[in-house]
T-cell receptor
């Protein structure tokens, strides 16, 4: 079974600073996808960034980037130039490429951006 | 529709009553997922469908929970004889393809269930 672990229940960062959220996962699959979702106070689920396991290059979306280390099964999210609007719950998620198992989420990290 | 639509957005019911939660996925999306999310927790998988076929229901907590998607589009999650511990946000998501990793999972705004 696949598991996703987020070891930081809460984090805070000063506005304009950089913060890194940790995520590790456990799987026997060789090809899979990893995601970071953001859930602001409105409780929507918003896809932030996606990484395909067979791609060695780390994904980047504007201020958001990942550090994907396949051997270590680690998938951290770096937020640069943090903004007040980044305040949210952040969930790491995993799905194998087989398509026959569901997306598995971690328990989340609550990020607070402080002015 | 433009996005995944869920109804009702809020449901308050008394313990022992049955509830039905509806999900209308994005038109043409093959896969439909149901998740449950308690406050401050990550979404917990319940069940999912490819077209009308229920592929995995291993996440349903017990036999009071059931789901269907008879025509491969709209899905209903039914909870019979509700209990207070069923109180949570119930989220539906859909994806264009069966291999949902290659495509994005689109979430609805959820149905918040409160059992008194």
């Amino acid at each position: 079974a696949q598991t996703v672990t987020q070891s930081q229940p809460e984090m805070s960062v000063q506005e304009a600073e950089t913060v890194t959220l940790s995520c590790t996962y456990d799987t026997s699959e060789s090809n899979y996808y990893l995601f970071w979702y953001k859930q602001p106070p409105s409780r929507q689920m918003i896809l932030v960034i996606r990484q395909e396991a067979y791609k060695q290059q780390n994904a980047t979306e504007n201020r958001f980037s990942v550090n994907f280390q396949k051997a270590a099964k680690s998938f951290s999210l770096k937020i640069s130039d943090s903004q007040l609007g980044d305040t949210a719950m952040y969930f790491c998620a995993f799905i194998p490429n087989s398509g026959n198992t569901p997306l598995v989420f971690g328990k989340g990290t609550r990020l607070s951006v402080i002015a | 529709g433009a996005g995944v639509s869920q109804s009702p957005r809020y449901k308050v019911t008394k313990r022992g009553q049955d509830v039905a939660l509806r999900c209308d996925p994005i038109s043409g999306h093959v896969s439909l997922y149901w998740y449950r999310q308690a406050l401050g927790q990550g979404p917990e998988f319940l069940t999912y469908f490819n077209y009308e076929a229920q592929q995995d229901k291993s996440g349903l907590p017990n036999d009071r929970f059931s789901a269907e998607r008879p025509e491969g589009s709209i899905s209903t999650l039914t909870i019979q004889r509700t209990e207070q511990r069923d109180s949570a946000m119930y989220r539906c998501a859909s994806s264009l393809t069966q291999t949902s990793g290659s495509g994005e999972l689109f979430f609805g705004e959820g149905s918040r269930l409160t059992v008194l």
